[in-house]
């Protein structure tokens, strides 16, 4: 099998010749030169992270296991402080992003030429400044780097991909992404986030689309369309999903219409919109790891975790120069995969994000609710599409929501499929059981859909709060 294509951006990233193996001793030494020199860059031009990391240094690093002895960065000190972050001149940021939801979507921004303009509130309710990033030119660059390299495992030279992603301006991800295409012979054009699945499946026909670049959920809706048997079989030869947690459902069915390979992508604005991506073995992301250092805590106690055992997220920039992030924590869950891949790649493997903390709504005993549990136990329902969930009602007494976007004619057959899959999870059983589960099937909701900028979809929370 072929080694992914990130050990050779490694290589020629890490200064080594073609002809010289990489090894896992040499991606250590250079990270650890690495955050020693981001650690000094953000202490110098940072009024964050002067503050911040009062009293350390890249000095204080000896070895990569010192780094836990710096602070965390959390998102809520970059919503408050963003400007602070900037280690650059204003005239030397090329493209600002606001992230204006509570999560790190890489979908959910919008762009701003004012840093002063601030936009939109989360749906969820709480109100929570968004977060801003910036980026120079240069970290432009090394994101169009990483997209390069990325898709090199799923297009070759000649080959077109349709990306399913914002992309009208320039440094958007789409932008972005077509920008480092072109530098592998690849023709890469920006389609824009699924809103009709019939125009999009007739793009991706007319311009013979050897690859899609999507959204998981809407992905999913794009093939249970009935125009997806439209397409021409061997027309999409692979696709990568991002963004969002990826149901198994969503590729089983893309396999069981398209019989192509489906590869999980990991990123998001904060990582410089990639973070790793998998290689042909598509078992776990291989991590960006010559532009970050990547961490698994321990979500409660921020202490190491184990290569194998799950934890959060955390990053540090090695290459960034707009703005330098320390031990940022993503409130991703996942974990190091510790055996080798099949592909026989000496760099790091982080299995399938499996979701988010705070994305899960807490039930009481000890019981809770992710909307990766309910993407599993819904999206198997052929019909469905899509769907929107919310618990309310008082705590000790909550009501689940469940709206489906449903294929016409199918509404009565797949509510009662879906209610069958979910009392079979025990926390729904327990907690909701029949009574307290409404389920309601719509044919065109477009509410349903994820709208621009939350394409990450969560299970909103309107519980009364006495209780
Ligand atoms: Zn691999």
């Known amino acids: 099998m ?25 991606i250590n030494s250079y990270q650890l030169y690495k955050l020693r020199e981001t650690v000094d860059y953000a ?56 992230v204006n939801t ?56 000649g080959q077109r991909v349709l990306i399913l992603m914002p992309g009208d ?4 991800v789409g932008d972005l992404l077509v920008k480092g295409l072109e530098r592998m012979g690849v023709e890469g054009r920006v389609h824009g986030q699924v809103v009709n699945p019939s125009e999009t499946i007739k793009e991706i026909i007319d311009f013979k689309a050897d690859c899609l670049v999507g959204i998981p959920a809407q ?35 893309v396999q069981k219409i398209w019989y192509c390979p489906v590869f999980n992508h990991y990123g998001m604005t904060e990582t410089g919109l990639g973070g790793g991506v998998e290689c042909r073995a598509l078992s776990g992301y291989h991590l960006r790891e010559a532009d970050l250092y990547f961490e698994i805590i321990d979500p409660e106690t921020g202490s190491p975790r184990p290569d194998g055992e799950l934890g959060e997220i955390a990053f540090t920039t090695l290459t960034r120069k707009g703005m330098p992030l320390i031990r940022y924590r993503t409130g991703d869950l996942a974990r190091f995969l510790p055996e080798p891949c099949p592909c026989g790649t000496v760099l790091k493997r982080m299995e399938k994000v499996r979701g988010r903390l705070g994305s899960t709504v807490s039930l009481g005993g000890g019981k809770s ?34 709206s489906l976007h449903v294929i016409p004619g199918a509404e009565r057959h797949a509510v009662s499929s879906v209610l069958e899959a979910l009392l079979e999870l025990k926390t729904i059983r327990e907690v909701f059981g029949e009574s307290r589960l ?30």
């Open 43 to 98: 202490k110098e031009n940072s009024p964050y992270y002067r503050r911040h990391l009062k009293g350390l240094s890249g000095s204080t690093l000896a070895g990569l296991k010192d780094i836990n002895c710096f602070p965390f960065t959390v998102p809520d000190d970059l919503r408050k402080n963003s400007l602070d972050f900037l280690c650059v001149s204003h005239s030397n940021v090329a493209r600002v992003v606001t």
């Open 2 to 26: 072929r080694k992914t294509s990130l050990e050779d951006m490694t290589i020629r990233k890490l200064g080594l010749d073609d002809d010289e193996t990489l090894t896992r001793e040499a």
């Open 438 to 467: 409404i389920l309601t099937g719509v044919v065109n909701d477009r509410s349903i859909r994820p709208s621009r900028g939350t394409a990450k979809r969560t299970i909103s929370d309107s519980r009364e709060m006495n209780d």
């Open 169 to 172: 301006r320039p440094g958007s």
């Open 369 to 402: 609710l992710s909307i990766s549990d309910l993407d599993e136990a819904i999206f198997p329902v052929p019909a469905i599409m899509n769907y929107r969930a919310g618990v309310s009602g008082r705590k000790g007494n909550e009501i689940l929501d469940i």
């Open 219 to 253: 992905l999913l809706e794009l093939i249970r369309h009935s125009d997806a048997r439209n397409v021409p079989p061997g027309t999409v030869k692979s696709i990568l999903l991002s963004t969002d947690y990826v149901p198994a459902a969503v590729v089983r069915e």
């Open 102 to 157: 509570t999560d790190g979507d890489i979908t959910g921004f919008a762009d701003t030429q004012t840093p002063l303009q601030l936009v939109a509130l989360n749906s969820s309710g709480t109100t929570s400044e968004p977060k801003r990033l910036y980026f120079t030119e240069e970290d432009l660059e090394l994101t169009v780097d990483f997209f390069q390299y990325g898709m090199a495992d799923l297009v070759e030279t």
